[in-house]
């Protein structure tokens, strides 16, 4: 097994990968990685740049997953494993994006579309909403979605969970959480 994200490497045409140590595992049935990326551009564009990541280094490595024989599902495909036993590839590589960030439609959707590699975009509704320069619009996600690249609720305004759970109050965060989760799947709709 080889590690597939080496940190902020620059994407180049044969750039090595170090096999990860220790002995070789034998798995059973099939395998299911998830890869979940927010952001491509590359390193002279504006604003936080923690969770960009280069479109020539998205080409790699969608490129290494093609070349090593891993298939990319749907979520759709993965949930019906889960749920009702239907078989997924035996090299199996769920593809998620984060946010909603414009750039996964502008950067990174024409090598999905080249690759035919689905995914989901894990959008929350007040980012999106607004359809701002780096924010997705609603004809991106209609888009990317006739090819594949479906639309999932990752709440209404991206709050930290965990730590209100810790300071709200049951009776307070149930209904918190009801409000985040099912407006964000309304606004879907």
Do not use: C
Request: no cysteine; glycine share 10%; hydrophobic share 35%.
């Amino acid at each position: 097994d080889m590690g597939l994200v080496p940190g902020l490497a620059v994407a180049e045409k044969e750039r090595p990968l170090t096999p990860t140590p220790g002995p070789k595992k034998v798995v059973q049935g099939p395998v299911l990685i998830v890869l979940g990326y927010h952001q491509f551009g590359s390193e002279t564009g504006q604003g936080d740049r923690t969770y960009f990541l280069d479109p020539k280094e998205l080409k790699w490595q969608f490129q290494w997953l093609k070349d090593n024989g891993w298939s990319a599902v749907t979520l759709d495909q993965v949930l019906a494993h889960w749920e009702k036993g239907k078989p997924l590839p035996t090299k199996s590589v769920l593809l998620t994006y984060d946010d909603g960030y414009r750039s996964v439609f502008t950067h990174g959707f024409k090598l999905m579309r080249e690759l035919g590699y689905p995914g989901v975009n894990f959008v929350y509704n007040d980012f999106v909403r607004w359809e701002t320069k780096i924010s997705l619009h609603k004809a991106d996600i209609d888009v990317m979605g006739r090819f594949g690249v479906t639309a999932q609720s990752h709440s209404r305004s991206h709050p930290n969970m965990g730590k209100l759970k810790d300071k709200m109050k049951p009776a307070e965060y149930q209904p918190f959480l009801d409000e985040e989760m099912g407006s964000s799947a309304e606004f879907l709709k």
